[in-house]
C-alpha cells in the first residue's frame, strides 16, 4: 500500500500527487520525494534478498513517515480518519516486521541443520 498508492498516483492521476500533503502546508516537492522515499522504502521490504541493513532502513523509513503523518494530522486538520490511517498503516508494519525477524532466524537455523546433515554424509 505503502508503495502501490504514490505509484498509482504518480503514473495515473498526477494531479492528485499532492493531495495529501498540501492541505498540511507542505511544498510541493515534498509530495514527491515522499512519494519517492515511499516506494523505495516498500520496494527494500518486499525483496528478502536485499541486505538486512537497508530493510531495517526500510523499516524505519516509513515508520518515521507514518509516525510524522499522523502528528501532521493531529497538528493541521484535526481529522480523525486522517489521523488513523498511518497508525492503522504502522501497526500492519510493526507486524511485518515481527515477523521478518521471526522468519529470519528459522531460516538460518534451517540452514545450519541442512549444512550439518550434509556434512555427515
Excluded at 499522523?70 to 492503522?88: E, G, K, R, W
Aim: proline share 6%.
Amino acid at each position: 500500500m505503502e508503495a502501490i498508492i504514490p505509484l498509482a498516483t504518480l503514473l495515473f492521476a498526477h494531479e492528485y500527487f499532492n493531495a495529501g500533503t498540501k492541505p498540511l502546508g507542505y511544498p510541493d516537492y515534498f509530495a514527491y520525494a515522499l512519494m519517492v522515499c515511499k516506494i523505495l522504502g516498500a520496494t527494500a521490504i518486499m525483496f528478502p534478498k536485499l541486505p538486512a541493513k537497508l530493510r531495517e532502513w526500510a523499516y524505519a523509513g516509513l515508520t518515521f513517515n507514518l509516525i510524522f503523518a499522523a502528528i501532521s494530522h493531529m497538528a493541521v486538520d484535526q481529522i480523525i480518519a486522517y489521523i488513523l490511517m498511518p497508525i492503522v498503516v504502522g501497526i500492519i508494519l510493526g507486524v511485518s516486521y515481527v515477523y521478518s525477524q521471526k522468519i529470519k532466524p528459522e531460516s538460518k537455523n534451517q540452514q545450519l541443520c541442512h549444512s550439518k546433515h550434509t556434512s555427515k554424509t
